[in-house]
Nanobody, 122 residues
Framework: VQLVESGGGLVQAGKSLTLSCSAS????????SSWARQGRGKGLEWVAG???????EYADSVKGRFTISRDNAKNTMYLQMNSLKPEDSAEYLC?????????????????WGQGTRVTVYL
């Protein structure tokens, strides 16, 4: 399994950015997947998840601003981020791990991309 994120960058607060996650050896449409982020010096925070049935979950901190989606034909997952805030600055990672609102215990089947950095400035 290989997950590759792209689309990060430097963006002014209030603006939008769309992240992409392409996969090989993994099919988004047949499994749950998610986006998580890790700010500098902070722990992993789940941002959004999508089930194989297309049900979506979001962290309270991004609800109403971020949208997770996928394109099954392209086998790509997206994270549309609107109204960005400086506190959204982080390394964003996609994963085949379902959205976690509680404690996360990694398993050997968990796969993560290398991450793409988002920096939001005022």
């Amino acid at each position: 399994v290989q997950l590759v994120e792209s689309g990060g960058g430097l963006v002014q607060a209030g603006k939008s950015l769309t992240l992409s996650c392409s996969a090989s050896g993994f099919t988004f449409s047949t499994s749950a997947s998610s986006w998580a982020r890790q700010g500098r010096g902070k722990g992993l925070e789940w941002v959004a998840g999508i089930s194989k049935d297309g049900n979506k979950e979001y962290a309270d901190s991004v609800k109403g601003r971020f949208t997770i989606s996928r394109d099954n034909a392209k086998n790509t997952m997206y994270l549309q981020m609107n109204s960005l805030k400086p506190e959204d600055s982080a390394e964003y990672l996609c994963s085949n791990v379902p959205f976690h609102s509680g404690k996360y215990v990694p398993t050997k089947d968990d796969e993560w991309g290398q991450g793409t950095r988002v920096t939001v400035y005022l």
